[in-house]
């Protein structure tokens, strides 16, 4: 072995990679890209580990991705003075979530859970099920060598954009890559890469050249039709649905026995989405037994005129402008169907289009 | 901890300033001990004590067991060290195996028998760090080795990081003399150390986790028949992600340990080119196939008390090996086929062998007939040599692969769906995989192969001397950016489990 060759070769190596990571860097950030953090199972983890030291004021957020737009966590905090714990997983029902939160004996605090009938409706076993039953299993096996792994890698993605697994890393710069589709195979959604961002309180926002592109927003609103050309038109039914309407009454009783307080919340949705949604999951047969049968307040966005009034830019989410007041507006709401001891500073309890039955 | 995280970059980091300090050679040894401590402990600290327990009464027990010479106490001072091993082994990786076939069994003769299902969690690498210590207390029992007169030299030995939870299975006479006096990396061995580091870590993330896993775990993960095409490319991608992974893992560690200037043991040489089972387990985790055939396989007997024997020693170590990966069938499917595979191979060369004797016996005027006959009864068309061994490395990698099934799939029905999927028997499933699906699996395939192929009769020291420098520094290069591009991945490696 000759040493310089060897030494030439490493040396060789140092500076050509670093050159690539430079350039790298610099080539995303020129492409207008926000800092965006991993949403994986160790910032779910570090997030879960707060759930102790919850309130009204400070609930646990569970579900898919619209409250993980719609709630604005900072403009939270503005009004009630502290931030809720963002637990909601996209494209997951959050019904592993409120099991795991309902066995946890330590567990006493506020959760809001949303629901978005195509995803919390699913059965056990379902896609969406078992994405949120992976986090809740790899909680209570984060080990100290993660957790250390965890806090290393924030350091470094605080000031790296290019470390975004989900829009720039190998396997989604393959993905794009355009080869053909093999005849009835299907490989998930392409969300394009400024869709959104993920902050580290995991809140999700979108980014500016998404609310100002309306070709970037039709490419979402092509991949919300293509997830639904893909699912079932129609929401389970029968003795299926009534299971899940009773282990969600289960979860939610074990809270409340605890002294936790439970409320669901239906965000908005417009356009064909909700068109669809309206159809698949019929909100009597749906949202209403959900209520009745697990005899839970909800705040559903249609019965507000201050939270319907909002045009979701690709028919699921809210711009981040706009949750910001859609957040203002919903804590007074929360505050008023449920009396729960929230610190309002100052802000006015918007009227209702419609008297709900409360149910709490 | 795993390699392939930043916290061991960290650990890695810290550790090599330690160990190039100015400080004597026992405080060095103790740093190490300590960080593979941590470095075990960092996983779940209180199996820490387990590996304690091993280390402390195998090194005592060697001990006892040099200076006794009666054959009786000496036996039971083995017994000791085999029991405590075997049975920590036993519970934890075999408990529930053992309790729930204990339960199958009663209700199959009509007692009905309902057992709490045991909670017990594997401890990390107990089947590598229990085989490591193992070699030890038998070869000072053997009088093959003699025991260690240090306890940290000993304790260093079983518990050194880079082999601790998933090999290469060390020997005592592979690490103990290098403890003995200082060791610290040559320049050359810590760039060529950094170097396998990269490349076990290229395969580990690269190849096995972003290439290949999702499309192995597609198709066994699904409980309805699918194409044989998708079939085929899941059997395919496991192939390929068992390797990378394992392979990849060994790999870091034997670079890792050259940086600290110390040398561990091949556990890897091409073994999907492999003509023949005998030379796939030449080559296949080496270190494991060697352990199984000198403290199992001769012991049996071996080769040495006829044909019969020697078929039942083959089946039995492969049994026993199969069940070393897992408790369940599945795994002892595994190893029985690959026990067959053997068997069968030992035949064909002793059918082959026969024939060529007494053709070459009928036939001494013509030497080069006798080859073209040994050729023959291989493979049915004449071919060249090298053509003829590339068609068996493939019909032996074809088999390997069909093994594979049984040890990917998660019980025998699914393993049997899949076989028939393979074969058209069920022809009718949908197709899962994407075209890119297919198309990193099949790449990756052919890539596999041909490195197999092309280096196995060399080796990668070899290879980085021959080879131009910019050139090793351009693939080192592309491994790196590969391995960046694909970021954080930290998975565990499959072998952790075993």
């Known amino acids: ?360 | 901890m795993v390699f392939n995280s930043y916290s061991f970059a960290l650990f890695f980091v810290l550790l090599l300033v330690l160990h190039n300090l100015p400080l004597p050679w026992k405080v060095k040894k103790v740093n190490l001990l300590l960080a593979s401590y941590l470095f075990y402990a960092l996983w779940n600290p209180p199996f820490i004590l387990l590996l304690w327990l091993s280390t402390v009464v195998d090194f005592y027990a060697a001990r006892l067991i040099s200076r006794e010479q009666r054959p009786m106490p000496r036996k039971l001072l083995l017994t000791i060290s085999l029991v405590l091993n075997l049975g920590m082994l036993s519970y934890f990786k075999y408990g529930g195996f053992l309790l729930e076939n204990f339960t199958l069994l009663l209700s199959s003769v009509g007692i009905a028998f309902q057992a709490v299902k045991p909670d017990i969690i594997l401890p990390v690498g107990i089947s590598f760090y229990t085989f490591v210590t193992l070699s030890y207390t038998l070869d000072v029992y053997r009088r093959k080795t003699d025991p260690e007169p240090s306890f940290l030299n000993f304790a260093l030995f079983v518990t050194y990081f880079p082999h601790l939870v998933a090999g290469p299975i060390v020997r005592p006479e592979d690490l103990i003399p290098q403890f003995r006096k200082p060791h610290r990396a040559t320049s050359q061995q810590m760039t060529w150390g950094l170097f396998l580091l990269s490349l076990g870590l290229f395969m580990k993330v690269v190849v096995a986790d972003t290439l290949l896993a999702s499309s192995a775990d597609t198709v066994f993960g699904v409980p309805f028949p699918v194409q044989p095409l998708d079939a085929w490319m899941g059997v395919m991608a496991f192939s390929g992600q068992i390797f990378c992974d394992f392979a990849g893992y060994s790999t870091c560690a034997i670079g890792i340990s050259l940086c600290l200037g110390f040398i561990l043991p091949d556990n890897f040489r091409y073994p999907y080119a492999a003509i023949g089972f005998s030379d796939f387990w030449r080559r296949w985790h080496i270190t494991l196939s060697t352990w199984l055939r000198d403290y199992l396989y001769i012991p049996l007997g071996g080769n040495r008390k006829g044909n019969v024997r020697t078929y039942i020693n083959l089946m039995i170590t492969m049994l026993l090996g199969g069940l070393w990966h897992g408790a369940s069938w599945n795994f002892v499917i595994w190893g029985g086929l690959h026990g067959i595979f053997l068997c069968a191979e030992r035949l064909i060369r002793e059918w082959t062998g026969q024939r060529q004797r007494s053709f070459a016996g009928k036939n001494q005027a013509d030497p080069g007939l006798t080859e073209s006959m040994a050729q023959a009864s291989m493979v049915p068309v004449s071919l060249n040599g090298k053509f003829r061994d590339f068609g068996l490395a493939l019909l032996t990698l074809l088999l390997v692969d069909i093994t594979w099934v049984f040890f990917r799939a998660p019980d025998f029905g699914s393993a049997m769906k899949i076989l028939l999927c393979m074969l058209g028997v069920i022809p009718d499933g949908p197709a899962l995989l994407t075209s890119l699906d297919i198309l990193k699996v099949s790449s990756v395939t052919v890539v596999l192969i041909a490195c197999h192929w092309l280096m196995r009769d060399s080796s990668l020291v070899q290879l980085g001397k021959r080879m131009p420098w910019w050139l090793l520094s351009l693939i080192w290069t592309g491994m790196l950016i590969l391995l960046i591009l694909t970021q954080k991945s930290s998975n565990s490696f499959i072998y952790f489990q075993f």
């Not at chain 1, 500076?15 to 991993?38: C, D, K, M, P």
């Open chain 1, 1 to 360: 072995m000759h040493m310089n060759h060897f030494s030439k070769a490493s040396v060789l190596t140092l500076i050509s990679v670093l050159t690539f990571v430079i350039g790298w860097e610099l080539y995303w950030r020129s492409q207008h890209l926000a800092l965006s953090y991993n949403d994986d199972e160790s910032l779910w983890a570090h997030t879960r580990k707060e759930i102790y030291q919850t309130s009204p004021s400070r609930p646990v957020l569970i579900g898919s991705s619209r409250v993980k737009f719609d709630l604005d966590l900072a403009a939270w905090q503005r009004v009630t003075g502290e931030k809720p714990v963002q637990l909601a997983l996209v494209g997951t029902s959050p019904r592993p979530l409120l099991n795991d939160l309902a066995n946890d004996p330590n567990f006493k605090g506020t959760v809001i859970i949303d629901v978005t009938e195509g995803l919390f409706f699913t059965p056990d076993g379902s896609f969406p099920e078992r994405e949120a039953t992976k986090r809740v299993e790899f909680y209570p096996k984060w080990s100290l060598s993660q957790q250390l792994s965890f806090h290393i890698n924030h350091l470094l993605e605080d000031h790296l954009y290019f470390l975004d697994e989900e829009r720039l890393s190998l396997q989604p710069l393959l993905t794009d890559l355009p080869i053909p589709p093999r005849p009835d195979t299907w490989g998930g959604p392409k969300f394009p890469k400024e869709f959104s961002v993920t902050r580290f309180d995991r809140q999700n926002v979108m980014t500016d050249a998404m609310v100002a592109d309306t070709s970037i927003q039709n490419q979402v609103k092509a991949m919300w039709l293509e997830i639904g050309s893909h699912s079932p038109k129609q929401g389970v039914d029968g003795p299926l649905l009534t299971a899940i309407l009773n282990s969600v009454k289960q979860s939610v009783d074990r809270i409340r026995a605890r002294g936790g307080k439970v409320i669901f919340v239906r965000m908005p949705s417009d356009g064909p989405f909700r068109e669809a949604e309206k159809m698949g999951y019929p909100r009597e047969k749906y949202w209403d037994r959900l209520l009745a049968h697990t005899q839970t307040a909800g705040i559903h966005f249609e019965d507000y005129p201050v939270l319907s009034k909002y045009q979701c830019p690709e028919w699921s989410h809210l711009a981040p402008k706009d949750a910001i007041t859609f957040t203002e507006d919903f804590i007074p709401i929360l505050q008023q169907k449920t009396g729960w001891p929230i610190n309002v500073n100052g802000a006015k309890v918007p009227a209702t289009t419609a008297s709900l039955s409360t149910h709490q």
